[in-house]
């Protein structure tokens, strides 16, 4: 398609109608044009076509597709190849099924736990969300299926998330919320992004300049088109002027009407409109009609099993319970009622309907050899009125087995796009139904599923083993199954916080918010960085996971080569790591950076590089992980910009937050950053800049010590009025500097600078 061509020969009602979608999945086509229609629909863990016209919600009646693992299972992987694998699976059905576009990946932070669709995102931590992200939209497109980021941006909350404002400051904006949509719009150029519903700072995101176009194309290069979250548009024409290009669902005349009277009446420019109609039929142009090779959904389901078990988080195992050895001829009990009714995603509009259902209990029936599988239900699916004479049962099935196994986790009426959770507690005929078994039986493993953090302090001590499972996708119970047996090695990593207490968590005074505004006042202390630096116990820090081997970690070597100002900064960080165990194991080394001579408040650590190796026993490799200057930066409020100080930088490298096993420091020496001087900056702060300091001690003179002379002399007193902006300064009389002077000093320092 001549895409230039075919804008130039659309009239302008037909350009307006190529700005919002002809029906709920669908762009529109103008035959006469020669411009078909493309479908997008809902992901991102597995393929959501509803054939046909839509329900009035987009929710129900959806084909069947591989429902792989969820983000927040598929983030404790950190398995960046896994990662594109699954999307190149996804990419191959949405093919098969003629869908042009995956809304998906979500990489919104999980700032609080409570979210209720935390189960769609991956991580506390951008690097996290946007390593993994990236590697899946690659994986997508490389099959001629785009991908939709989202939700573009700080939408962490469901409470009134149509409306909410998140009142953010620019400085958490640019470290926490924005950069794994950065890197994955950098890195792997996504075909659409998705804005979110809510407002940042009174602004809705979908006719927000600065964030669509400004950064999002200004500043980091996108190239595709913007598309709304469905019924995010609140000004169609306002939306458009901002730099969103679709609307969907469409607000069918309504918007058009609008679109065509602003461009006739000179309130938006046509070629703003052609901007964005260029961008759509660009979209179009890309994707394909070709149904690509033929599925093979068996082997898909063997990729959702394999990714399953690279998620699974062992978070204890005492006296090495796992895996399990069952003696011959024993019984194994199997209790909850999740083991044989699994929740293995979370409900809303990512939603699918799989192709197939594996359960805990008949992969366990089926691989534990020589053994006796017998289930329990235990508990009902949320407080029924048997959970008493079902716990009944299933202690007695624990007095004479050899091993418990209980299946516990969150109802799926617990989280669910549309509402945030209350709480972070299991029902509570779960967690007392532990307290019995225990007692019944010493040798209780516990297997969670959820979709986000939940409070195990209060009850899971008196488990020997707890496997988080998150919400694992379709085949989440064969991989369990794998790895309760010692098939399969667990790999996973907590990629968010495991908190002792709800009030714990950093944003708990601040979420949801009111009266539609929500303050993100912990600020960049988010997830582990603000447990960190508020010194709080936890259940299981971030990037913590168990194995069935052990890993030593040694020769940490750390190199700096070019320079800030040269802008070639590169440190290098090698390790070498060895697994020290009898089994084949996969480690997630990490590598964090703290910056303690920062003249601003940060985190004490910072999750900066990761990699995940594969290790026969016994067999070493070095692990080499790379920093920037952009690693080493804070985002300064006060210049606009990233801003490296020069001084001491810790790095560590460990296991987990809280597991570093090998530390060093560096000194990284890079020209000071003056703050922007005006007539409100502070004595001080002139004082102490590199240009204004020298021009205002000639003004006023110096001693040879280079301090002020007269009264400002007065170490005591320059202490005292040293935070005085300079002008409020020149109304004191004696201080030397007056109104006049002020303004040749100003003059100057223009000229210099």
């Known amino acids: 398609m001549d895409v230039d061509a075919v804008v130039a020969g659309l009239s302008l009602a037909e350009k307006a109608s190529l700005c919002r979608g002809s029906g709920f999945w669908h762009t529109q086509a103008i035959e006469r044009a020669g411009i078909p229609r493309v479908m997008v629909t809902d992901g991102p863990h597995g393929l959501r076509k509803q054939p046909g016209d839509a329900d009035h919600v987009g929710l129900s009646g959806s084909v069947p597709a591989t429902c792989f693992p969820t983000a927040s299972a598929l983030a404790s992987s950190f398995d960046t190849d896994l990662l594109y694998r699954v999307g190149e699976a996804l990419g191959r059905e949405c093919r098969a099924e003629q869908v042009g576009v995956l809304l998906g990946p979500g990489v919104n932070i999980k700032r609080s736990p409570l979210c209720g669709r935390n189960f769609e995102y991956f991580s506390e931590d951008p690097l996290v969300a946007g390593v993994l992200a990236a590697a899946a939209v690659r994986g997508v497109q490389s099959q001629g299926v785009g991908t939709s980021l ?17 009142d953010v400051d620019e400085r958490t904006l640019r470290e926490i919320y ?11 150029q996504p075909w659409t992004v998705m804005c979110s519903y809510n407002k940042i700072n009174g602004t809705y995101a979908s006719q927000h300049h600065w964030l669509l176009t400004e950064v999002l194309r200004d500043e980091w290069g996108f190239e595709g088109m913007v598309v709304s979250d469905w019924g995010a548009v609140a000004d169609r024409v306002a939306a458009l002027a901002a730099g969103l290009d679709l609307e969907m669902p469409p607000n069918l005349q309504t918007s058009d009407a609008q679109i065509i009277e602003a461009v006739q009446s000179g309130a938006l420019d046509e070629a703003v409109l052609d901007t964005a109609v260029t961008r759509v039929l660009n979209l179009v142009d890309r994707t394909t009609t070709d149904k690509g090779d033929p599925l093979d959904l068996e082997a898909h389901h063997a990729l959702a099993r394999a990714a399953a078990r690279d998620c699974l988080v062992l978070l204890r195992n005492d006296d ?41 209990l008949d992969e366990l029936t089926r691989a534990a050899e020589g053994v006796t599988v017998a289930f329990a239900a235990g508990f009902g699916l949320g407080t029924t009125a048997d959970d008493e004479s079902l716990a009944q049962e299933a202690v007695e099935l624990a007095s004479r087995a050899h091993t418990v196994v209980a299946f516990l986790g969150l109802p799926a009426s ?22 019995r078994l225990v007692a019944a039986n010493p040798r209780l493993v516990v297997v969670l599923a959820n979709g986000s953090a939940i409070r195990l302090d209060g009850w899971e001590h008196h488990a020997k083993a707890v496997l988080e499972t998150w919400l694992g996708g379709q085949a989440a119970g064969g991989a369990i199954a794998d790895v309760l047996l010692g098939t399969a090695n667990p790999s996973g990593r907590l990629a968010e916080t495991l908190p002792l207490r709800l009030e714990d968590n950093p944003s708990y005074l601040n979420f949801p918010g009111d009266s539609g505004h929500v303050r993100y006042g912990e600020g960049v202390f988010v997830g582990y960085r603000g447990y960190d630096a508020l010194a709080r116990e936890v259940s299981y820090p971030f990037g913590h996971g168990l194995s069935y081997t052990t890993f030593e970690y040694a020769d940490l070597v750390v190199e700096q080569t070019g320079s800030h100002a040269a802008g070639d900064l590169a440190i290098s960080v090698k390790c070498n790591v060895t697994n020290t165990g009898q089994r084949a194991g996969k480690e997630v080394v990490q590598l964090y950076v703290g910056a303690p001579d920062a003249s601003v408040a940060r985190p004490i650590r910072e999750l900066k590089s990761f990699a995940k190796v594969d290790l026969a026993p016994g067999e070493t490799t070095q692990v080499e992980l790379m920093l920037g200057s ?26 987990s937050s809280r597991d570093l096993r090998l530390t060093t420091s560096l000194d990284v020496d ?26 205002l001690l000639a003004s006023i003179g110096a001693s040879d010590a280079g301090t002020p002379n007269g009264v400002l002399g007065d170490a005591e007193l320059l202490q005292v009025i040293g935070n005085f902006p300079l002008r409020r300064l020149c109304a004191f009389p004696g201080m030397v500097v007056d109104n006049k002077t002020l303004d040749g000093l100003l003059e100057q320092l223009g000229a210099q600078r």
């Open 630 to 655: 952009r690693d080493l930066s804070y985002w300064s409020e006060l210049h606009h910009r990233w801003v490296l100080e020069a001084g001491r930088f810790d790095l560590a490298v460990g296991a």
């Open 178 to 188: 924005l950069p794994a949509f950065e890197r994955v719009v950098t890195e792997a």
């Open 414 to 435: 617990d989280e669910s796009e549309g509402f945030d959770r209350d709480h972070l507690d299991l029902p509570a005929s779960q967690t007392a139904l532990v307290v």
């Open 670 to 695: 890079t020209p000071p950053v003056a703050a922007p001087l005006d007539d409100s900056s502070s004595l001080q702060e002139w004082l102490a800049d590199p240009i204004g300091g020298p021009l």
């Open 150 to 166: 989202k939700h573009f941006a700080a939408n962490n909350q469901e409470t009134d998330r149509l409306r909410v404002s998140a």
């Open 320 to 360: 090495t319970i796992l895996p399990l050895t069952p003696e011959p001829g024993s019984t194994l009990a199997v209790i909850g009622e999740f083991a044989r009714t699994p929740r293995y995603q979370g409900a809303g509009s990512s939603q699918v309907n799989p192709t197939k259902v594996e359960t805990a």
